[in-house]
């Protein structure tokens, strides 16, 4: 094959040609590949600027083939960035009456003066706020969003209380959470300590799981499903936050949240321009749309799938750039739904994509309300579920009644394969918590105690209990993690989770995958709770996968699993990366894009550290445990790991013996009360 060499800004590059071959005796494509520089101008029919230069990036015209419309260019021009949405509606709960408030307030006030911490004095203050903001969200809901933004600018909570606070941004569901909570109990004291740390964590609450399940876990278990030698291709991928307001030359060192837009600033320089933002992206950025296609131009050709495609594929969640609800609509979110999974539907085959919903896959913010809300609130969301049902049925990727049942659990769902795989996706806004931003369900903190206030793991029991009774193995997917370091998920609802998992393993669950934190993580699940740690005990794995999007300082990702068609065990996982720190020398040229080459084989990384695993035994949870003893003896493992956690990115941080028997701890650990009470904090993240 001819093949050329040019030299931009220093750098040697292929063009036209891959770089380097696959090993012999591979299934996959070559070690590395070359993008175009060029935009593939032929993906859509019409642009609304024109997509062959360098110095924008494309806007396509986008039709819904739900709705029926084209969205306008409006609602992704870099130049006009959005203040606030006043179209949507901003829903509040109904005024309460005279025998709501009075029975409110006898409950709130047995609950102070029941709850053994106001002790500490920080802690009692705080509730005691929270009890007069209730009652006021009760009795005047519209003054729920002035309060909080009084509140926030009276403390200086935010730089921007008003589009964080108001009525535009999270004022309606933080006003419904306090109006709903049980704020001067385990609520509020959970409140208290996310978001102010003044109060102390309470602990996770006991679980009664004398009626959850509905039979007692087999003994003996079944006979496990035998090994076909047949293996299936699956494409994992997760958080790719597609940014269609991403502004060629904007400021990507900003100080002022996701960075490359037409509004970003560095404040510690504001009147000049530190790092004009690169075409394909940058470390404190959201992906362009010239990154995202560079990537499904690239994926095909890596995985060796450019002729057979893919068997099916995953997507663990976010879509959706990391916007602020000021900049935020339910058409902006739709748009991106409808860009992304289309894009997905057209370039990377006709394989089912299975989908779930990430926390910034909705408006406002990382919200979800649970149906028990009743009424209109219940079905606040609603027009979500809708609509991103809607469009994996015109994809053919889910059924009409896969549709329905969807739209009553939160766009989760379940669907058996004819393969005997069964998929279960999660929506797990219901099981999470953040300290950045405004970027966690407010709607989590009402009745905290009840560890499945959405029915979300309701729904997950049922259906693993009838996989167990059909003989089907099971896939589980979600976008927060359960466990790792513990800040993401809240403490009930991982513990519970935990405990589904260990009832439903090893014979039914075969894998379990999430996203979220940008990350190349994995969690092994043990039985028991963890009281015992061992190769014995080890009963599942979760995959975390890594996100395309760079923010904040990782390079790009994606992954590819080798799968077991008869018993769906992964055998391998192949990572593939795109160094983010080589994309300024890309820019003014159309020739070449992107290169992302292979990373790494987990087996290949991590097998030889143990004795006795033949090439075909599954990456299972006592393959897991048993490099984590490896590590335990040799911690350039965990070096090796924590590498492969940012994706090689030159911006991960140095990791000294307390962080890397930290990564083991939370390698073990698949909830956050375990994580809490077994690891060092703090060293969960390379970014």
Known sequence: MLRRTISVAGHWFLVGAIASQARSGDTLGPSSFVAPGAFPTSVYKSYYNDPTGTSVQPQPVISDPVLHTVYPFSLTNPDNLPLNDSVDPHPLPPKASPSQLLSAAVTQILSIAENPVFGHDTCTRCQAALEVAKFLAMAEPEQGPPLAVQICDHFDFNPDCEGQYGIFGAGSPVTQAIANADVGGYDGQSFCAEWFGLCEFPPASPLNLTDWFAKPKPD?????????????????????????????????????????????????????????????????????????????????????????????????????????????????????ETVLYGLFKRLIGNAPV???????????????????????LGEQFSWNYDHVTSLWEHNDWIGESIVQSARAHYAAYSVSRTDGLRIITLNTDFC?????????????????????????????????????????????????????????????????????????????????????????????????NATNISAETAQTVAWIGPSLTPFTNLNSGFRVYEVDSGTFNIVNSYTWFANVSAFPSLDNQVEFGPTFEFEYSAREAFGASIEGWGPDDPLNATFWHLVTEAME????????????????????????????????????????????ANCAPGFGSVQ
């Open 220 to 336: 003996p278990l079944p006979t496990p499903k035998e090994r076909s030698g047949e293996l299936l291709k699956v494409l994992h991928l997760s958080d790719w936050h597609i940014d269609p307001r991403f502004a060629n030359g904007a400021e990507a060192n900003c100080t002022n949240g996701v960075c490359c837009r037409s509004n970003s600033v560095n404040m510690n320089n504001p009147g000049m321009l530190l790092v004009p933002a690169p075409r394909f992206g940058s470390f404190m950025c959201d992906s362009p749309y010239s990154l995202v296609l560079a990537a499904l131009q690239s994926i095909p050709v890596l995985t060796g799938t450019e002729k057979t495609g893919f068997d099916f594929m995953i997507y663990t969640g976010d879509l959706v750039s990391h916007d602020d609800d000021a900049q935020l609509s339910r058409d902006y979110v739709m748009y991106e």
């Open 354 to 376: 299975y989908a779930a919903l990430g926390n910034h896959d909705t408006y406002n913010l990382a919200q979800d309300a649970p149906h028990s809300l009743g009424g209109a």
């Open 432 to 528: 999470m918590k953040s300290r950045i931003s405004n970027r966690q369900n407010y709607f989590n903190y009402i009745n905290l105690t009840h560890p499945d206030t959405s029915g979300m793991l309701r729904f997950l029991t049922d259906e693993l209990q009838d996989a167990e009774d059909t003989g089907e193995r099971v896939w589980i997917m979600g976008h927060v993690v359960s466990g790792w370091d513990g800040t993401n998920p809240l403490s009930n609802p991982s513990n519970l989770f935990y405990q589904i998992v260990d009832r439903f393993s090893p014979h039914v669950i075969a894998g379990i995958f999430f996203g979220h934190d940008h990350e190349d993580q994995l969690n092994v699940y043990y039985a028991n």
């Open 633 to 676: 003896a040799d911690n350039s493992l965990v070096s090796a790991f924590r590498d492969f956690q940012g994706k090689r990115s030159t911006r991960s941080p140095p990791c000294d013996s307390t962080c890397l028997n930290a990564t083991i701890c939370y390698i073990r650990s698949g909830s956050a009360a375990i994580s809490r």
